[in-house]
């Protein structure tokens, strides 16, 4: 019905705004993805990126190797970025951090890819009679294989709605709850013997004539990237704060509450693998069961085989942990295309017209997803001829995450108090020690993590993640001098200040 001057108004429903939606629309955006996320179903997410064996696992065998059980047992960004730095560094800040972060969440796709096929290359061979017995050990062309069909595999299934990814997430959280539980309190049960508590916590040995580090200080900063890699993740409830209810405040719960846990459960994994151990330097022994490849599966293999001279519980125990890589991975791909479907949004990636586009029916970055995976592929290749492709990948997996949090973090630090506006959580006066804290440490990670890790150096132990992470970097702050900078203004608003219209 019109109006004297012709005027219809707009007719809106009566329905209730989720808080976090109305917060949206303050700064700027419409509502776009759908927002049915819980904070458990957000939860389980974010303790799937982490995952409670994919960052301990892998690296777990070079970690222990450089100095010892002791040196082991111790121990949406893009937004942010350009709110806290304000509009004249704003544009910048939220540049680096976006790519920063593209470029960390799509290298974890790729290490959970990596190491899940590294799982299901032991699964392999102890199942088919182990190195000693005739067994299968996959070649380089088959763990590329198997790289890239765990790569396509959680692409496709980020394709269809959140909803299927979260209840797969909800699986997720439980499997590793359970199955870690499991792992923890049965294979020092199992074991023949276990370590004693001093050898556990307190001895420290070299391993130069493998390593070629004979330096202790080098050697026990090497053995700490374990920690540092694992928790890598913790951050995926920010990535998905428009698909979460409530998400100002279930966002940081969820992040609280998944390094809760795994924090808890890592340590206690490390813990139960270390006591377990039966002989240290027949782990790395290329001549034993698992091949010398797998340290982790030989403690599992030297356990269930020493107590019941067969290997059915270590496969078993073995398929729990290549679970949790898989389910990783998924919950990575979901997190890294939410990313890359941000920054396209605001045109920050070439042809975002392509990336930034969603599925009629799910509503979810299809072709985000399709992007991540392919550079995933990519990142993966040098398998066929590198020995140290895993190392590579996590330096450039965890430096990307890292140093993404690194620029809000410093913008925060040096932004004026008057013109920041706290949140439902507020860290009050400790807020500035505590990121100057973080900013040295991630400082720190990212510079340990661009160091060799065996020497001598040759094609096949060579790190290329400060190669490829300088290649990248330099292009992007390339195209940032003379082209971006010219157009690229971090998020872009697209609901009007003043009536609240798209």
């Given at each position: 019905?019109?109006?004297?001057n ?18 949206l ?10 927002r ?9 997410i ?21 100095a ?24 910048f800040s ?11 969440l ?6 959970q ?18 190195n ?5 050990f996959?070649?380089k ?21 959140l ?13 590793q ?13 199992v074991?023949l013997?276990?370590q ?11 391993a130069?004539t ?11 900063i ?8 694992s ?8 990535h998905?704060?428009?698909e ?10 969820a ?42 599966a ?12 067969n ?8 398929f729990?942990?290549?679970?949790s ?55 993966g290749?040098?398998?066929l ?10 330096s450039i ?34 807020s ?9 440490w ?5 510079s ?18 400060p ?5 990248g ?6 195209w ?21 219209k798209?």
């Amino acid at each position: 019905m019109g109006t004297e001057n012709g005027f219809v108004p707009e007719i809106t429903e009566n329905t209730a705004m989720d808080s976090a939606e109305k917060r949206l629309n303050e700064l700027g955006y419409k509502q776009e993805l759908r927002r049915e996320m819980t904070l458990f179903k957000t939860l389980a997410i974010s303790f799937s990126t982490m995952t409670l064996f994919t960052g301990i696992t892998p690296l777990y065998g070079s970690s222990l190797q450089y100095a010892g059980p002791a040196s082991l047992t111790t121990g949406s960004l893009y937004f942010w970025a350009a709110h806290l730095a304000g509009p004249k560094w704003g544009p910048f800040s939220s540049w680096c951090c976006a790519w920063l972060e593209t470029i960390g969440l799509i290298a974890g796709v790729g290490t959970q890819a990596y190491a899940g096929s590294q799982t299901l290359q032991s699964i392999i061979l102890i199942s088919t009679g182990t190195n000693k017995g005739g067994g299968y050990f996959a070649p380089k062309w088959l763990f590329l294989c198997m790289y890239i069909g765990l790569t396509v595999i959680w692409a496709a299934l980020n394709t269809f709605a959140l909803e299927v990814i979260a209840f797969i997430d909800i699986i997720s959280i439980w499997w590793q709850v359970i199955g870690g539980a499991v792992i923890v309190i049965l294979l020092p049960l199992v074991a023949l013997t276990t370590q004693s508590a001093s050898y556990v916590f307190t001895n420290f040995e070299l391993a130069p004539t493998t390593t070629g580090i004979s330096s202790k200080p080098y050697a026990v900063i090497l053995s700490f990237l374990v920690s540092q890699y694992s928790l890598y993740g913790y951050d995926a409830a920010a990535h998905l704060t428009e698909e979460t209810k409530g998400a100002d405040k279930n966002g940081p719960k969820a992040i609280l509450g998944s390094i809760g846990i795994i924090s808890v459960f890592g340590w206690a994994y490390i813990l139960a693998l270390t006591f377990s151990i039966q002989d240290f330097a027949y782990l790395y022994d290329v001549n034993n069961e698992t091949a010398g490849a797998f340290v982790p599966a030989q403690i599992l293999y030297d356990a269930f085989h020493g107590r019941y001279h067969n290997s059915a519980g270590a496969i078993v125990l073995l398929f729990i942990i290549w679970g949790s890589f898989f389910f990783g991975g998924l919950s990575i791909t979901t997190s890294a295309a939410r990313v890359v479907y941000a920054l396209s949004r605001d045109n920050g990636v070439p042809f975002s017209f392509l990336w930034r586009k969603l599925h009629p029916k799910y509503k979810v970055p299809t072709n985000a997803v399709w992007l991540c995976a392919g550079i995933c592929i990519l990142l993966g290749l040098p398998i066929l001829k590198v020995n140290v492709v895993f190392t590579a990948i996590t330096s450039i997996a965890t430096i990307g995450w890292v140093g993404g949090y690194a620029v809000p973090i410093f913008a925060r630090m040096v932004m004026p108090e008057k013109n920041f506006k706290p949140g439902p959580f507020y860290l009050g006066k400790a807020s500035r020690p505590i990121c100057l804290v973080a900013f040295l440490w991630i400082c720190y990670t990212c510079s340990v993590f661009l160091l060799p890790t065996l020497y001598p150096i040759t094609w096949n132990t060579f790190n290329y993640a400060p190669v490829a992470l300088g290649v990248g970097l330099g292009l992007i702050m390339l195209w940032w001098v003379l082209d971006a900078r010219k157009w690229f203004k971090g998020p872009v608003r697209n609901i009007d200040d003043q009536n609240g219209k798209v």
